[in-house]
């Protein structure tokens, strides 16, 4: 499964490392992904991945 939020669809950006004499790498930005299990409307359970900013989203507003 890709690295990508179930709910807001972000995934991984793409930028330089910067060393110091400014040698430029490619680096990728990961997502702070974490599994949780939600409840359907028909009882079921079911594991999502989501980033922990929209998990932190979903625990205020609920």
């Known amino acids: 499964m890709a690295r990508r939020c179930a709910i807001s669809g972000k995934g ?5 490392n910067v060393s110091h004499a400014k040698n430029r790498t490619k680096r990728r930005f990961l ?7 939600i409840t359907l409307d028909d009882g079921t ?14 625990k205020k507003n609920s």
Do not use: D, F, W
Request: without cysteine; positive net charge; hydrophobic residues 35%.
């Open 31 to 37: 997502l702070n992904l974490r599994t949780v299990r």
């Open 45 to 58: 359970t079911q594991k999502i991945k989501i980033s922990a900013r929209e998990l932190r989203t979903l």
């Open 12 to 16: 991984p950006m793409s930028g330089n």
